[in-house]
């Protein structure tokens, strides 16, 4: 076999990934909605002709996991032979894709002098779908897929470069906002051409043959490492058992039970044990319990390498069919975003067993609601998609950052974009004191956020997590606050449920509250300087410092009493 040169191989490797992430440059500039644009709920990739991807794009890995599972189902549909320059295929089935079906991809082929090379691939979450609720991600009163709204298996809706305009009217006649789902699609078809382009140039410089030769050769290595990084975690199985909150009104918790197995040089995550399939929109398909099992594992082995193929292939994710984690059609999963964070807080939880040095505690859980009902100001429909992000797992060596999405790469929506584009007006949008979980390490605070309507009707699809079990904490950490959201905060306040719908009126205030997150290590080691700047960043109360972290400072300068800090501490031993 042919040697290969060190320099070309990092050439080429970088190149594939650049392919990619300006695939994305393009889909975020181009797209025609706030949760693509700001929000940056979207992802791409590059596959070889065999389906294989060889390199993403550093976006969500919720699409990205599921990415080779829609290419190998786009080529069932589409054989090689099928394919010309211009095409593109689109499909949203949540089986097929990534669990629900805003989640739509489209994957489009390379030519390199007329042969096929490989394909790009985007996925954009789309505002809406159609189906029971505005934004396509209701649970509550959805019991199968079919009313969740249109599911499209692939394809061609784009042939030869042209639009398919059969396929178009169909989609528009079935969402609630087709203005900006058809310019995501041309978004998105951009962005394919884009990638395409980028890719036939490689192949036009380095030709088919070398390109071949190193994409073998970057999976292989790629395998590798990604092999070594796991002898490095103690053999043995870990397990971990936490719970989401319910699947409605009136319903269960949900047990979410993993046992992580550690063999050499591959890893086992299993999930026997979870709850079933439950009748609600929240069934997280395998492809997306695989997405964040493979997303959690890799930040606990080698964050830092590349993502593609190879990277996969020590790694096996189980999960009993018919499970909440693998469930059997037509088993709903339109608001399965709220499960990704809880998949990777329950494999933290088990690796913790064997790297605690590695993982991160639970972040606070984000809330994703949806309104949707008539513009005043246009006479027409809008659905507002929102992303509310509280702060980050504190780590073994440093708190948790606040407002930065844990696990997913997307955004808190600027207010003034919000304001702008829909009937709504954010009243309040801040940190909660003493939110976070306290440790030697503290986690991020939770966010609250204040959304007055200005619409008549507008219909809210909540989608939210941790109101009912808050977030746990890592070597001896004390537990966050927990979430909740409330309907006209006041004397006469309504709590509203997580997943519930609910129809509000002109002048209904919402206000979101999201719990915190976990903290590290005992609190009575932390800092007193920390302590100290916490509270006078606002984080931390002066009564917390007091109680919690066993730190006095004076009511009115902030300076530290080390005399008096040291008594308090050594009287409670060491933990408050």
């Known amino acids: 076999m042919e040697a290969v040169d060190p320099i070309t191989l990092g050439v080429l490797w970088g190149a594939l990934q650049a392919v990619a992430e ?3 440059v393009a889909l975020r500039r181009t797209a025609y909605s706030e949760a693509v644009r700001e929000g940056l709920d979207f992802s791409t990739a590059v596959f070889d002709a065999r389906g294989r991807m060889l390199a993403q794009g550093n976006f969500s890995p919720g699409h990205l996991g599921a990415m080779p599972s829609v290419v190998t189902h786009v080529l069932e549909a589409y054989p090689p032979e099928s394919w010309s320059p211009g ?6 089935d949540l089986y097929l894709g990534s669990g629900h079906l805003p989640d739509c ?5 390379v030519f390199a002098e007329g042969e096929l090379v490989g394909f790009v691939v985007n996925c954009a979450h789309q505002v809406d779908m159609g189906g029971a ?26 042939q030869g470069g042209q639009p398919v305009p059969e396929i178009l009217r169909l989609i528009s006649a079935n969402v609630r906002v087709p203005d900006k789902v058809l310019g995501n699609f041309q978004a998105q078809v951009g962005a394919n051409y884009v990638g395409a382009r980028r890719l036939a140039e490689l192949y036009a410089q380095y030709g088919r043959r070398v390109l071949a030769r190193y994409s073998e050769e970057i999976l292989d290595r790629t395998e590798a490492a990604m092999r070594a990084a796991i002898r490095t975690i103690p053999d043995g199985t870990y397990r971990f058992t936490d ?14 039970a993993v046992a992580v197995t550690v063999r050499g040089d591959e890893v086992t995550v299993d999930f026997a044990g979870s709850s079933p399939q439950v009748a609600a929109a929240m069934n997280s398909t395998y492809n997306y319990t695989a997405s964040y099992s493979f997303f959690a594992i890799k930040s606990v ?8 193929a190879g990277g996969l292939r020590p790694i096996r994710v189980v999960a009993p069919p018919g499970s909440f984690f693998n469930p059997l059609p037509p088993a709903p999963g339109g608001g399965r975003a709220i499960v990704q964070q809880r998949i990777v807080d329950a494999l933290m939880g088990a690796l913790a067993q064997a790297v605690p040095e590695r993982v991160v505690a639970p972040a606070s859980h984000w809330a994703n609601p949806n309104f949707g009902g008539v513009d005043p100001r246009t006479g027409k429909r809008f659905v507002f998609y929102d992303v509310i992000i509280g702060g980050f797992g504190a780590r073994p060596t440093k708190d948790g950052c606040e407002s930065l999405a844990p696990c997913f790469n997307v955004n808190n929506i600027p207010v003034e974009v919000s304001e702008a584009n829909y009937p709504v007006r954010i009243e309040r949008l801040e940190f909660i004191p003493d939110s976070a979980g306290a440790g030697t390490f ?41 979430g909740c959201t409330l309907l006209n905060p006041g004397p006469q306040q309504q709590q509203l449920h997580s997943k ?41 109360s002066l009564q917390a410092a007091r109680e919690v972290y066993g730190v006095c400072l004076d009511p009115e300068t902030l300076a530290i009493d080390e005399d008096a800090t040291r008594a308090l501490r050594a009287r409670r031993g060491g933990r408050p």
């Open 22 to 24: 300006e695939m994305g």
């Open 87 to 92: 095409d593109a295929v689109l499909l949203n």
């Open 243 to 256: 719970y989401l909150d319910d699947c409605g009104r009136d319903t269960d918790p949900i047990t979410v």
């Open 500 to 540: 519930g719908v609910y129809l509000l009126r002109r002048g209904d205030l919402v206000r979101f509250e999201l719990c915190g997150a976990g903290g590290y290590g005992d609190p009575l080691k932390r800092d007193p300087a920390a302590v100290q700047r916490d509270v006078r960043g606002g984080y931390v």
């Open 301 to 308: 082995t080698d964050p830092r390498l590349p993502h593609n």
């Open 105 to 109: 991809f489209v994957t489009s082929p």
């Open 442 to 482: 503290r986690g991020g605070c939770g966010l609250r956020k204040d959304i007055r309507v200005l619409g008549e009707e507008v219909v809210l699809s909540n989608l939210g997590e941790r109101h009912r079990f808050a977030p746990y904490s890592l070597c001896g950490g004390l537990p966050p606050r927990r």
């Open 133 to 158: 609720g505005p934004g396509s991600q209701s649970v509550e009163g959805v019991r199968e897929f079919y009313q969740e709204g249109l599911r499209i298996l692939p394809v061609k809706f784009y």
